[in-house]
């Protein structure tokens, strides 16, 4: 089976292209990264994929008219890449209509809640936990989906919940919830680099 060219979209930190940088470099995963892409100028996780050798690319939305054209530019890196997967590993904006049309069904998201709680337009990072917080949920969790038209919306692949405690903070939480994150986003791009998952309607069965 020939080895998929993945592209990573980020913002921030970048612990989880760094539990994928990890897996693969394990020889966990039949695929290679071979872009990770940037809408912030300083995210760390950029540092990281650099210590790698990995190519990187900082793409600057105010460069561009439009959030469409700003698009098109990823578009076009992803492209010129010959990638097979997208991965949005902490890319904190949605996608235009275009962009989730070029790479339908090989787009997969990272959530750091379980969907169809505390997720949607403007639930990104500690957001998401201090809602789940102040909404008092008794369990939270990491969500990995595939990405479709909507906000958070696309066919789930894994889902892993963990308890919230009386003493719980949004930090508190947020840590926990990332140690799921960083199984869950490897072991759902090791299955789409076998060809293992299908989508069935709104389901994702595993082969
Ligand atoms: C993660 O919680 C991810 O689920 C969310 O943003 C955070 C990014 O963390 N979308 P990192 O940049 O991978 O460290």
Redesign the pocket.
């Known amino acids: 089976m020939p080895v998929k060219k993945i592209g990573i979209l ?8 760094q539990s994928l940088i990890d897996e693969i470099n394990k020889g966990n995963i039949n695929g290679e990264i071979a872009v990770v892409i940037s809408n912030k100028k300083e995210a760390y ?1 950029l540092e990281r994929a650099r210590l790698y050798n990995i190519d990187t690319v900082f793409i600057n939305e105010k460069k561009y008219e439009s959030f469409e054209l700003f698009n098109e530019a990823i578009i076009a890196e992803l492209k010129s890449h010959e990638i097979d997967l997208v991965v ?5 904006k949605i996608l235009s209509h275009k962009f989730v049309e070029e790479f339908k069904n090989k787009i997969i ?4 809640s379980l969907i169809p709680s505390f997720c949607g337009k403007g639930y ?2 500690i957001k ?1 936990h201090q809602a789940a917080i102040d909404y008092g949920v008794r369990i939270s969790g ?1 969500t990995v989906h595939f990405v479709d038209e909507g906000a958070d919306t696309g066919p789930i692949i894994f889902q892993e919940a963990v308890k919230v405690s009386d003493s719980d903070t949004a930090e508190t939480l ?1 840590k926990r ?2 140690v799921l ?1 960083h199984r869950l986003l490897p072991l759902a791009v090791k299955m789409y680099c076998e060809d293992r998952l299908y989508s069935e309607g709104r389901r994702v069965v595993i082969r």
């Open positions: 980020i913002s921030g930190s970048g612990t989880n292209l996780g949005l590993a902490g890319y904190i998201n990272i959530h750091p990104y990072g998401v990491a947020q919830v990332l994150e």
